[in-house]
């Protein structure tokens, strides 16, 4: 598996011949990302910052786009995704969605923009073996202590967090400092199911 931060808050997870493309900004949005093909995009939230399908499609691929909560199977890849609170651009109560998805043996948690640590039973229900989550940090997000105390209590394998709105970068220098780590960046995380379970909460911050 290839992870990439590609601008924004889009990441393009790539595995053999699968992309999948999680919150590509819209063409409205000031958040620019050169387009790409992609199999599979997934939506956290309905702002043109997060939902840009056409971002995603490129040639003759156009994707399957998921949007919202509920149980969905692409190809090989399982996907279920839960309804969760956020505050980003004015969005209240359930606005975002959590996704859970096991792509080339790696469970991944992708959490968009959710604001509240406290996560719905449902979701807590999918969270065992958690190989890799991506947790946003900043504005209408979560806060550094929030974020941390989310982690932690997940405890997964691999943590990767992204910044959000003006202060992000700072949100995410304060998160790693609260996990005890000063990663330095880089441009990808290539990596195999099985050194992913060699990992104890590992930090890693993509550019």
């Given at each position: 598996?290839?992870?990439?931060?590609?601008?924004?808050?889009?990441?393009?997870?790539s595995a053999g011949p699968v992309t999948v493309a999680l919150n590509p900004p819209g063409t409205k949005s000031k958040l620019k990302v050169n387009k790409f093909g992609s199999n599979l995009v997934m939506i956290a939230?309905?702002?043109?910052?997060?939902?840009?399908?056409?971002?995603?499609?490129?040639?003759?691929?156009e994707p399957f786009v998921i949007s919202g909560?509920?149980?969905?199977?692409?190809?090989?890849?399982?996907?279920?995704?839960?309804a969760t609170a956020t505050d980003y651009d004015g969005h209240k109560e359930v606005g975002n969605t959590a996704y859970v998805f096991e792509m080339d043996g790696i469970k991944v948690l992708a959490l968009g923009a959710i604001s509240n640590g406290k996560l719905p039973q449902d979701l807590r229900a999918e969270l065992d073996d958690?190989?890799?989550?991506?947790?946003?940090?900043?504005?209408?997000?979560?806060d550094p202590k929030a974020a941390h105390e989310l982690v932690v209590a997940l405890e997964p394998k691999i943590i990767i967090p992204y910044g959000v709105g003006k202060d992000g970068d700072a949100a995410v220098k304060a998160f790693c400092k609260a996990e005890g780590e000063s990663p330095k960046e880089e441009e990808k995380l290539t990596i195999r199911a099985k050194e992913v379970q060699e990992k104890d909460g590992d930090v890693v911050l993509l550019a």
């Open positions: 598996m290839v992870i990439q931060k590609v601008g924004g808050y889009c990441f393009k997870i939230v309905r702002n043109d910052d997060w939902d840009g399908a056409e971002t995603a499609s490129h040639g003759d691929k909560p509920g149980a969905y199977e692409v190809g090989d890849i399982t996907v279920s995704g839960f958690i190989g890799i989550v991506l947790v946003p940090v900043g504005d209408g997000t979560l």
